[in-house]
């Protein structure tokens, strides 16, 4: 059983650049599934990206898609997000989360196993 920890988050100005990171604690996403969610204030979970670690395949949300990057690195069994030209919309808390296989319905928080604590991204105007 793995266990997402993520790491990264800050206070960023408009335009900037953060990256995230989630590392497997207890086991190996290899096989796995990794998704980034977040949620702002008032607001429900929403997907952002994933990654499926054996084919390295990835996919996005319309509202990220050429901003946000998700990559992976098999060394180092982690898992990242970075995000470029933020905007004040992407403030919230991103939660990295995992399941084992191929999620048939990715951009479904349900259909994930193991979540991370989430970290906070906060962009000012």
């Known amino acids: 059983q793995v266990q997402p920890v993520e790491s990264g988050g800050g206070l960023v100005q408009a335009g900037g650049s953060l990256r995230l990171s989630c590392a497997a604690s207890g086991g190996t996403f290899s096989s796995y599934t990794v998704a980034w969610f977040r949620q702002a204030p008032g607001k429900e979970r929403e997907f952002v990206a994933a990654?499926?670690?054996?084919?390295?395949?990835?996919y996005y949300a319309d509202s990220v898609k050429g901003r946000f990057t998700i990559s992976r690195d098999n060394a180092k069994n982690t898992v990242y997000l970075q995000m470029n030209s933020l905007k004040p919309e992407d403030t919230a808390v991103y939660y990295c989360?995992?399941?084992?296989?191929?999620?048939?319905?990715?951009?479904?928080?349900?259909?994930?196993?193991?979540w991370g604590q989430g970290t906070q991204v906060t962009v000012s105007s």
């Open positions: 989360a995992a399941r084992a296989y191929i999620v048939p319905y990715y951009y479904q928080s349900g259909q994930y196993h193991y």
């Open positions: 990654i499926i670690w054996s084919t390295t395949n990835t």
